[in-house]
Structures are given as C-alpha cells and as structure tokens.
C-alpha cells in the first residue's frame, strides 16, 4: 500500500511516500525557521500561509523523486493534531480533498503517534513493546508503547517541556529561535564543572518532569555572570547536562519498572547528541529516528498512516483539526 503523508502541525511542511512493501520512497521538506525567527518564535498566520504556498510544490517532488503517479496512491494521512489550528488545517483540507478527488481514503493521524514510530523508519527498528522518550518543543512524556495505538503514560512535564526549556534557555543566551541545536553547539564548548545547575525531581518516585525551576536557575547565572563567549558556553553546558541527566535517569528508571528492554527516543530534542552519548552508555538497547526525522517531516506522518491503514483504519466524513489532543486519554 501506497500512503501519502503530510505534516503541517507547526513551522515544518513535509511531505512523504510511503510504501508499506519497500518502506520510505521520498520525502521532502521545507522548515520555515528563517523566517520566524526574525519574530523569535512562530508566528502562526505567517505559518498558515506558508504551507499553502510549499504543500503542493512539496508532493509534486515527492510523487517525482519517487516516480509513482498520483493515481497509484492507495491512501493520504495528515496531521490531525495537535498543533496550530490554521497550520493542521492545510494539511488536513489538502489531504482531505486530494483523496476525494482521488477517491482514495484520507485519515488524520496524531503528530506524536508520528514522532513515536518515527524509529521504525530505520534500520534496525524496535520491536513493540517498548519504553519510549518523546521529547520534543511542546512535549516530555515517558510512555510505555505495546503496539501502535495501545500506550500507557508513564509520566508527564508538570511544566515547560524539555525542547521549550532548551529554547528558552537558549533565547537568554542570546541564540535566536528555535535554539535546542545552537545551545547544544555551545555546550560542547563548555566547561562541565564551573556551573552546577539543579536537576529537578531527579529522585522523586514517579516518572514526572519539571523543568522551568531549571530554566529560572539558569537565567540567575545569565544574570549574574560576565557575558563573554567562554562563561554563555559553561551556563549552556550546565543546563544540558542537568536535562539531560534528568532524562537518561528516569527513562532508565522506567525501562526497569517496566521490565522491559527497549527504549526508543523521539521528538527533536532526541537529536541531542549529549542525550544520545548518555543513553548509549547505559547498556540499554536505545532506538533513535535519524537525524533527519527527529524534527517534524511528513515521513514519519506517513508511516504512522501506513500502520494505521494496516490496522483498518477508516476516514471519518469531511475532516477536522484538533489543535489540543491527547495521545493518551488520561
Ligand atoms: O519535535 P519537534 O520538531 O517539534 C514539536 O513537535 O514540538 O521539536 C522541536 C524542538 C525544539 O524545541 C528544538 O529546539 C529542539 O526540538 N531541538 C533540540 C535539538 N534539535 C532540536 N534540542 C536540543 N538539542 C538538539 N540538538
Ligand atoms: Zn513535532
């Protein structure tokens, strides 16, 4: 089977073939980082505006890297939610109306269902069930994955998610917007032991997040410290490492728990190379997207589609967005 896939949740549009013989045929992507960060952050009309403008172009490249013609498609998957009401609605409407035309069924997929497969997109891909580490801009979850749609929460982000404290520590040291990878970059500058940082609810009992205390800490030391190059890299050090301890810690804590053997990490921040070299270390069996796929892409949309298609999905009448939506109903 033969599913298109499309991701217009946030400031990524992406677009994706996906053959649930032969795996990923072509996928393409156009990030509008640049020109939201001119506003430090997304702005949310610029970004309805701009998927519009990319979403066609993007499948027509696709369709062509992939040589299929339109008409083979078999199925269309979007992003149904959760994200930016008029972002989802791009992709949703654009979906919805080329399988109509088409007369091929068109479902709306969780984005987070796709960030959590997104590992199955390589090789060699985990077997369920699983732990898994979404950590991505609005989210920080520890879930315990059986199979795809059958995830029990394990634990939560009581506050800011781990991509948005990245950001936002970022932002304090001046790296623009998003700016999980340039703090990382900086990071590896830094001295690890000038600054300590605290590491929150490291040992509390559950498998709970909080990390916007981690955030205030780290604008204290911006405060307080000269601003020169060498000090920006040794704070940009010690917030990573206290994040990324917490991390490892308690996906190691809940693999256990768990009994089981398999952690997989996804969402962007598990582009981390300092989470991954910690993790790694763990003697645990760890799963990551390529790099490529740990930001948002339509290719893990469209392998999400695929295995739900394989499950018998079926498309609803018309479509809709949900801009809030749990993955998991609590
Ligand atoms: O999964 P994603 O594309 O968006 C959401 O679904 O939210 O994740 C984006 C987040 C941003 O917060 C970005 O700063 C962060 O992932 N990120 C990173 C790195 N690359 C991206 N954070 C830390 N280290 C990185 N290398
Ligand atoms: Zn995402």
Not at 215 to 228: G, I, P, S
Request: hydrophobic fraction near 40%; charged fraction near 20%.
């Amino acid at each position: 089977m033969l599913v298109l896939g499309i991701e217009t949740s946030c400031d990524e549009t992406g677009v994706a073939l996906y053959d649930t013989d032969h795996g990923l045929l072509a996928h393409a992507l156009h990030t509008q980082i640049a020109m939201h960060g001119e506003y430090g952050g997304v702005v949310p009309e610029l970004a309805s505006r701009d998927h519009i403008r990319r979403v066609i172009p993007l499948a027509r490249k696709v369709l062509a890297e992939s040589g299929k013609p339109l008409e083979e498609v078999d199925g269309i998957a979007y992003t149904m939610g959760p994200g930016l009401a008029g972002a989802l609605l791009v992709g949703a409407s654009f979906g919805a109306s080329l399988g109509f035309a088409l007369g091929k069924p068109a479902i709306g997929v969780h984005h987070l269902e796709g960030h959590l497969l997104s590992p199955l997109l390589s090789k060699p891909s985990p077997d369920f069930p699983f732990v898994a580490l979404l950590v991505s801009g609005g989210h920080t979850q520890l879930i315990r994955v059986d199979g795809v749609g059958r995830y029990r929460l394990l634990g939560d982000t009581l506050d800011d998610a781990a991509g948005e404290a990245f950001d936002k520590t970022a932002k304090l040291l001046g790296l623009g917007y998003p700016g999980g990878a340039a703090l990382s970059r900086l990071a590896g500058r830094g001295n690890p032991s000038r600054f300590h940082l605290p590491r929150p609810m490291l040992n509390s009992p559950d498998f709970d997040f909080s990390f916007s205390g981690l955030k205030t800490a780290a604008l204290t030391l911006v405060r307080n410290q000269a601003e020169d190059e060498e000090t920006r890299a040794d704070i940009a050090r010690a917030f990573q490492d206290a994040i990324v301890d917490v991390l490892v810690k308690k996906s190691v804590k809940a693999l256990r728990q768990c009994g089981l053997e398999r952690l997989v990490v996804a969402g962007g921040v598990s582009a981390n190379s300092e989470l991954r070299k910690r993790l790694d270390a763990e003697g645990i069996e760890v799963y990551y997207p390529d790099l490529q796929y740990c930001t948002d892409n339509g290719a893990m949309i469209a392998l999400a589609g695929a295995m739900r298609y394989q499950m018998g999905a079926v498309p609803e009448k018309g479509f809709g967005v949900r801009a809030r939506w749990d993955l998991i109903a609590s």
